[in-house]
């Protein structure tokens, strides 16, 4: 009988009854190094690309299975949300579509504001986006609670609480963190089309919601079409004002505290 090569017990299945150690029958090899190491980066699990797989054609029934307790086969949607987001982050940022799109914003707001384009304003800009970079998988974990405060209101009579949308809605944006990388190697190609980059993602994320919802809830497409639209932009203008708000305080707060303490 084989023994585990680690605590020398007996070998009944595929891991040790005793330590707990994945039976080891192989001598050690280069792909085995490489899976061990892809593993111990991500921490992925078997579940993570059956969770992918599944949401690419079944998000509702994904998200239902998990709320009613089927969650084994499943990768934890906050983790699952926090990998792809992350990888979506690296991957913008690394083909140098995240300062493309900033300058396409300056461009858009000089124009509408009939200025003439200023070195000095550029320079700021690449100041903050450089600040910015970092943190831009923040901002989709940020935009979470607010998209599915807005779902909880939508759908409030479907008896899922806060905590349930909070787990649908961490695996849809997940998803379409991961699905909107085609059009973000596209538009890596062809940068002059980067204005169609933010609408496209917009659109691609009331589709996906379509789908899910008429899938999770069983409505039509009409329902599900507009309240996949109002989930997305009302849960980022929520998001957006309540970081205006913070910040807005914070300034308040530094003036007066700087009043009382350096005066």
Same mark, same amino acid.
């Not at 595929?14 to 707990?20: L, N």
């Given at each position: 009988m084989e023994q585990c090569k680690n605590c020398e017990a007996p070998l009944n299945g595929?891991?040790?009854?005793?330590?707990?150690q994945?039976?080891?029958?192989?001598?050690?090899?280069?792909?085995?190094?490489?899976?061990?190491?892809? *593993?111990? $980066?991500?921490n992925l699990e078997r579940g993570f690309w059956y969770t992918m797989k599944r949401l690419m054609a079944k998000p509702g029934q994904v998200v239902r299975e998990y709320v009613e307790g089927k969650r084994k086969r499943y990768f934890h949607p906050i983790?699952? %949300?926090?990998? $792809?987001?992350?990888?979506?982050?690296?991957?913008?940022?690394?083909?140098?579509?995240?300062?493309? *799109? *900033?300058?396409?914003? %300056?461009?858009? *707001?000089?124009?509408?504001?009939?200025?003439e384009p200023s070195e000095q304003a550029r320079l700021s800009q690449e100041k903050v986006q450089e600040q910015i970079k970092p943190y831009l998988n923040l901002i989709t974990l940020l935009t979470l609670p607010f998209v599915s405060l807005v779902s909880l209101l939508l759908f409030r009579k479907?008896?899922?609480?806060?905590?349930?949308?909070?787990?649908?809605?961490?695996?849809?944006?997940?998803?379409?963190s991961f699905i909107g990388l085609l059009p973000v190697f596209f538009f890596a190609f062809f940068p002059?089309?980067?204005?169609? $980059?933010?609408?496209?993602?917009?659109?691609l994320s009331v589709v996906y919601y379509t789908f899910g919802f008429r899938q999770l809830f069983g409505i039509s497409y009409g329902q599900a079409v507009w309240k996949g639209f109002l989930t997305n932009t009302v849960g980022?203008?929520?998001m957006f004002i309540s970081i205006m708000i913070v910040v807005i305080l914070g300034v308040l707060l530094y003036i007066v505290f700087s009043k009382i303490f350096l005066h």
């Open positions: 595929p891991y040790c009854s005793e330590c707990g994945k039976a080891i029958t192989e001598r050690l090899a280069v792909r085995h190094m490489l899976n061990e190491f892809i *593993q111990t $980066l991500t983790r699952y %949300l926090i990998i $792809l987001a992350t990888l979506a982050t690296v991957v913008t940022v690394w083909l140098g579509i995240f300062d493309l *799109q *900033q300058d396409e914003i %300056l461009s858009v *707001q000089e124009r509408a504001m009939g200025l479907r008896g899922y609480n806060y905590a349930e949308h909070l787990a649908i809605n961490a695996y849809w944006t997940a998803q379409l002059q089309m980067v204005s169609y $980059l933010f609408p496209l993602s917009i659109l980022f203008i929520l």
